[in-house]
């Protein structure tokens, strides 16, 4: 198996071998994720912004707790 290859969840979603999903990087430009999760994503930032400075003005803990409280 190469390094490369993504373990997809029925969600589609990577994840590592032991099935957890893989957290996205802090420094993950916000242009980046919209290309996955949509153009709305992160619309009150540019798309340069890091999702780590995303996470921390919006008191998330993860991307995942951004986009539960967030849509």
Known sequence: ??????NDGLDGRCRDADGEIRRKRSDTPVGTLRREYGDDFASD????????RVLKETDSDSLSDYLKHRR
């Open 1 to 6: 198996m190469s390094k490369d290859h993504c």
């Open 45 to 52: 930032f540019r798309s340069d912004t890091k999702l780590g």
